[in-house]
């Protein structure tokens, strides 16, 4: 959608969450780069901001090139501003950044850095003990960069349990408020690179988040077409129901990762908290459920597209056309109405 519309909803404000991961050499072979990764992403942020949408992201809060934490905070931030300065726009709802952040990612955030952003951006941090990790197996902060067993198993466990949380929603109290602040669930998930290796869960991280989402029913976009993990994971829903990928097998995770091996070897001899898959649990779950979509992709993903439109957002490698069929699907699923400039 162009032509500098705006867009508003009829309804509650709604939260999207997006799951990006810069893949270069994913991307360099399709003649892109980390910029264009980035374009994309405010391309799509930004209008759902200016009607009331909010964001979920869990990006870490270190100053890294491929960590796109800031740009969304500085976009939502000018959105802000501009909308505080009178003029057509002023009333807008702007939306705001959720951020998800897992231990031990949370113990970079100063409160110098919270302070900087606490107008744009709700930082909900995820914990052990939110993983449900019981108090004897906790890891200290100090000891979270170390290559332990333990702290990696620790990792992956908040990892999961964080995806999990941003689709259902949660509770946070806060010291000296007598009502816990609610932190509200992601509505849909947009999918866009990510690693097939060298990830640090259970499984590779856009795979657990398509897998949450496809329970949960919601709407979920994935733009296959810019590679990684995400591109892997389209592959997969396009193809015949017979072919299982090797990236969806756990032998082939094990052979080919060897971080994900000491990980699942260490986690066998481990109690791990209530409700927790294994991988090969959650693997098998994902293909199950990427198998009884085949037969009806649109129905499946739930995005608000047609078949036609659901195919091509799968595959295509037009940013343009990427953004304008992801915001066409959450028009059509949250009713929101592209105003004339």
């Known amino acids: 959608m162009s032509g500098g519309g705006k867009y508003r909803s009829r309804g509650v404000p709604r939260v999207i969450g ?9 991307l360099l072979a399709r003649g892109l780069g980390l910029e264009h990764l980035r374009e994309l992403l405010l391309r799509l942020s930004r209008p759902l901001l200016r009607h009331g949408a909010s964001l979920a992201y869990a990006g870490h809060w270190r100053e890294t090139e491929d960590n796109f934490t800031y740009d969304l905070l500085r976009m939502i931030n000018a959105e802000q501003e501009d909308n505080s300065h009178g003029g057509a726009d002023t009333g807008l709802n702007i939306g705001r950044l959720y951020n998800h952040s897992p231990w031990p990612d949370f113990l970079d955030i100063t409160p110098r850095i919270e302070a900087q952003w ?15 990790i019981a108090s004897d197996d906790r890891v200290s902060d100090g000891e979270s960069q170390s290559d332990s067993n333990r702290a990696r198993l620790n990792v992956a466990l908040v990892l999961s349990a964080m995806r999990r949380m941003a689709v259902e929603g949660m509770t946070v109290a806060i010291p000296d408020v007598p009502s816990p602040e609610t932190v509200p669930p992601i509505s849909a998930r947009v999918l866009l690179g990510g690693k097939l290796q060298g990830f640090s869960g259970f499984l ?44 969806f097998s756990f032998e082939w ?8 091996e000491q990980l699942v070897n260490f986690s ?25 979509a085949t037969s009806n992709l649109v129905a499946a993903l739930n995005t608000g597209l047609n078949e036609a439109q659901t195919k091509e957002l799968l595959t295509t490698r037009d940013m343009g056309r990427a953004v304008k069929l992801v915001l066409s699907g959450l028009k059509t699923k949250f009713g929101l109405e592209l105003l004339p400039s």
């Open 18 to 26: 997006l799951s990006v991961s810069y893949q270069r050499e994913n």
């Open 118 to 132: 606490i107008n744009s951006c709700r930082i909900v941090r995820i914990s052990q003990e939110l993983a449900g």
């Open 204 to 247: 590779p991280g856009v795979f657990e988040e398509a897998l949450v989402a496809l329970e949960h029913k919601l709407p979920l976009y994935v733009l296959g077409g810019f590679g990684g993990a995400a591109e892997t994971l389209a592959q997969a829903l396009l193809a015949p129901a017979s072919i299982r990928p090797d990236a």
């Open 253 to 260: 995770h094990r052979a080919n990762s060897s971080n994900f």
């Open 268 to 292: 066998q001899t481990c109690d791990l908290p209530s409700g927790v898959r294994t991988s090969a649990q959650a693997l098998d779950a994902l293909y199950q459920l990427i198998g009884s």
